[in-house]
């Protein structure tokens, strides 16, 4: 079974019929969170390295709408920044990993036989190792550079794709239109661009929101060590860090992106729980 293809403006209507407030709400945030990063060098009030001020954790005022951080630096601008890279370096990773676990899952469950136990074995290898240590190890080997970064996480998050990729690509496999697929002769390839990518979709994108979350997470999670993204660039991590002291003077200056780290997780959270159910439903409708 080929999906077919879909009046776009019926199916936009449709799904914004089917929001719920929650998902309606996070699907807001999420897009103003994306237009802050894509505009940022636009919209930040100075820039993110300029020293404002003399008083480190300044309180919030006209010219500071966030107040200062322990160098004296407008926390707007910073923020703003932060949250351009942190979306950026999530983004990048979360691709990647996808290319990398959807192409072998799909490989895999294609296959089967010898290929598909000799991957999956590699993969519950590396699955074994604690991600932050694995994390830890590589990157204080080679350095935090972007390049390093992005890599090191996308290939620890590709093992967890690659299950889910080849957990769906299985199910699909032994559909009777797969198997009639392969009796009319067509090759693998055609298989999974055909029939396993259509039906896979849904799922895939639901998982793709979840590692995009675990992205943001583990990169602010490495920052926060001091081993993820270097000053003088920052991201939503190393504001957490950097700002730490500031509980000490009664200030609430490392609040700011540990909120917004926080609001981004659980908004994409209630969207993908939204579209899980909302694919669930439609399948049950179809049965």
Same mark, same amino acid.
């Given at each position: 079974?080929?999906?077919?293809?879909?009046? %776009?403006?019926?199916?936009?209507?449709?799904?914004?019929?089917?929001?719920?407030?929650?998902?309606?709400?996070?699907?807001?945030?999420?897009?103003?969170?994306?237009?802050?990063?894509?505009?940022?060098?636009?919209?930040?009030?100075?820039?993110?390295?300029?020293? @404002?001020?003399?008083?480190?954790?300044?309180?919030?005022?006209?010219?500071?709408?966030?107040?200062?951080?322990?160098?004296? &630096?407008?926390?707007?601008?910073?923020?703003?920044?932060?949250?351009?890279?942190?979306?950026?370096?999530?983004?990048?990773?979360? *691709?990647?990993?996808?290319? @990398?676990?959807?192409?072998?899952?799909?490989?895999?469950?294609?296959?089967?036989?010898?290929?598909?136990?000799?991957?999956? /074995?590699?993969?519950?290898?590396?699955?074994?190792?604690?991600?932050?240590?694995?994390?830890?190890?590589?990157?204080?080997?080679?350095?935090?550079?972007?390049?390093?970064?992005?890599?090191?996480?996308? *290939?620890?998050?590709?093992? /967890?794709?690659? /299950?889910? #990729?080849?957990?769906?690509?299985?199910?699909?496999?032994?559909?009777?239109?797969?198997?009639?697929?392969?009796? &009319?002769?067509?090759?693998?390839? %055609?298989?999974?661009?055909?029939?396993?990518?259509?039906?896979?979709?849904?799922?895939? #994108?639901?998982?793709?929101?979840? &590692?995009?979350?675990?992205?943001?997470?583990?990169?602010?999670?490495?920052?926060?060590?001091?081993?993820?993204?270097?000053?003088?660039?920052?991201?939503?991590?190393?504001?957490?860090?950097?700002?730490?002291? #500031?509980?000490?003077?009664?200030?609430?200056?490392?609040?700011?992106?540990?909120?917004?780290? #926080?609001?981004?997780?659980?908004?994409?959270?209630? *969207?993908?729980? %939204?579209?899980?159910? &909302?694919?669930?439903?439609?399948?049950?409708?179809?049965?």
């Amino acid at each position: 079974m080929i999906l077919e293809k879909n009046d %776009w403006k019926s199916y936009i209507l449709e799904i914004i019929k089917d929001l719920t407030p929650g998902a309606f709400l996070s699907i807001l945030f999420l897009m103003f969170v994306i237009l802050v990063g894509l505009f940022a060098p636009w919209i930040t009030p100075f820039d993110q390295a300029e020293i @404002l001020t003399n008083e480190s954790f300044e309180p919030p005022s006209d010219m500071l709408l966030l107040g200062s951080d322990f160098l004296g &630096r407008d926390l707007l601008s910073r923020l703003i920044s932060g949250v351009r890279v942190t979306l950026f370096l999530a983004l990048l990773i979360t *691709f990647l990993s996808f290319i @990398l676990g959807v192409g072998l899952g799909f490989l895999a469950a294609a296959f089967g036989g010898q290929v598909d136990s000799s991957i999956s /074995r590699i993969n519950d290898a590396l699955l074994s190792f604690p991600s932050l240590m694995l994390a830890l190890i590589v990157i204080n080997s080679l350095g935090s550079s972007f390049t390093v970064l992005v890599v090191t996480i996308a *290939f620890i998050d590709m093992t /967890r794709v690659y /299950r889910v #990729a080849r957990a769906l690509a299985v199910n699909i496999m032994v559909m009777d239109y797969v198997e009639a697929a392969v009796v &009319r002769g067509e090759g693998k390839t %055609w298989i999974i661009l055909q029939e396993v990518l259509p039906n896979s979709l849904t799922p895939l #994108a639901a998982e793709f929101g979840i &590692r995009f979350t675990y992205a943001i997470l583990f990169i602010s999670a490495l920052s926060f060590l001091g081993l993820g993204v270097q000053p003088p660039q920052s991201d939503l991590g190393v504001l957490v860090k950097e700002n730490m002291q #500031a509980l000490l003077y009664g200030e609430y200056t490392n609040i700011y992106p540990a909120v917004t780290i #926080a609001a981004i997780a659980i908004s994409m959270n209630v *969207f993908v729980d %939204w579209l899980l159910k &909302r694919s669930s439903a439609k399948l049950s409708e179809e049965i």
